[in-house]
């Protein structure tokens, strides 16, 4: 057994969501989006931290590591989890972050998910985006609305992704998981041969750049459901990093064909429950209406708030008005809420209303 298989098992047992590991410092978990110390051990030294990282990657992931100072794989610990391992080299020597992959994927209806994001399971073709800062929960709500139609249909689903996370069965569906840089060069490359392999349904991992974006866009034109992710955190910042990725001579044509293609965006962030014993998703969610293309189009932005707005009885929300809810419902202090929203005056009132004090460096906003 790998000496680091003890950290693991730690981490799943208080039910920490990542393991951080840095020379010069003692092993700490996140948990419930903090970090704590792990129990019963001390400062790692460098040699100490690479004998054990070394330990879990063969010949050529260790060879890459020591060549550029980075590593990216996937790493599984049998009755335990999968995990997502990266490596690094920082100040005092070795570094490495793990990020737990439950074995077993949570379906929509475990995780509370609003009915808007489990019905994307029943679209037929277009770009759903899910977006969101690293730690959101964005894979896991992929996870399970590709685990909704893995469920309900009979179709090829291809996943693209660096490493693979989530494993799924082969229910309804067949899967092809790819992982970049085993399985295929680039994102870019395994996308390009995607509607020759007769996908329906298309994971794209993560949209990095350019060649990417493009790519999944025509995939998504060309008829296939394609799922991707941006570190975006709302539907306007999501659509205006698209076109930007783009050459100026070019974004007129990229917001006609995205106009065309985008179906659902769904922006998300996770935030620690008012009682501290867990973690809560609230979601910004825009859906296709008639209106959206033209908004697309013409560049205004600013007219997705009135669609979204206008759209709440088919499930769309704006992401303070989820954390209102939250607040209203108990998940969520007001506090916490404050410091996600982009009104905060709102959350302003309802701390004062509660008789609580308003964060220092509140008003005007």
């Not at 995990?83 to 690094?88: D, E, K």
């Not at 809560?280 to 697309?296: K, Y």
């Not at 209102?324 to 009132?349: H, L, P, T």
Request: net charge negative.
């Amino acid at each position: 057994m790998a000496r680091i298989d003890e950290l693991f098992r730690y981490l799943k047992d208080n039910k920490g969501s990542d393991l951080h590991l840095a020379a010069g410092l003692t092993p700490r978990i996140r948990v419930h989006g903090g970090l704590m110390d792990v129990e019963g051990w001390s400062k790692l030294g460098h040699e100490e931290l690479e004998a054990m990282l070394n330990e879990i990657t063969d010949e050529e992931q260790w060879a890459s590591y020591s060549d550029c100072g980075d590593l990216d794989f996937a790493y599984g610990l049998t009755g335990v989890a999968r995990f997502r391992a990266n490596f690094l080299r920082q100040e005092n020597g070795a570094g490495a972050v793990f990020r737990i992959i439950p074995e077993k994927i949570l379906t929509c209806e475990q995780l509370n998910m609003p009915k808007a994001i489990t019905d994307l399971a029943d679209l037929q073709k277009g770009m759903v985006l899910i977006t969101g800062p690293t730690g959101s929960g964005k894979s896991t709500t992929l996870a399970a609305v590709i685990d909704r139609i893995n469920t309900k249909y009979r179709k090829h689903i291809l996943t693209i992704e660096d490493p693979v996370e989530f494993v799924h069965p082969n229910r309804g569906c067949v899967f092809s998981q790819r992982e970049v840089h085993h399985d295929s060069h680039s994102f870019a490359d395994a996308l390009k041969v995607a509607v020759r392999q007769d996908a329906d349904v298309v994971l794209v991992g993560e949209m990095r750049d350019l060649e990417t974006i493009s790519l999944a866009i025509t995939a998504a034109e060309m008829g296939a459901l394609v799922f991707g992710t941006l570190h975006t955190n709302s539907a306007a910042k999501t659509i205006d990093r698209l076109i930007d990725a783009f050459p100026a001579n070019q974004q007129s044509q990229v917001r006609t064909t995205l106009a065309e293609s985008i179906a659902a965006i769904v922006s998300q962030l996770l935030l620690p429950t008012a009682d501290g014993h867990g973690r809560c998703a609230v979601h910004e969610i825009l859906l296709r209406t008639p209106g959206l293309p033209n908004v697309i189009r013409e560049g205004n932005t600013p007219m997705l708030r009135s669609i979204i707005q206008g759209g709440r009885g088919m499930g769309m929300c704006m992401m303070d008005d989820s954390l209102e809810d939250r607040v209203n419902d108990g998940k969520v202090s007001a506090e916490e809420a404050w410091s996600k929203a982009q009104e905060k005056q709102r959350f302003e009132q309802i701390i004062r209303k509660q008789g609580g004090t308003v964060p220092s460096g509140a008003g005007g906003h």
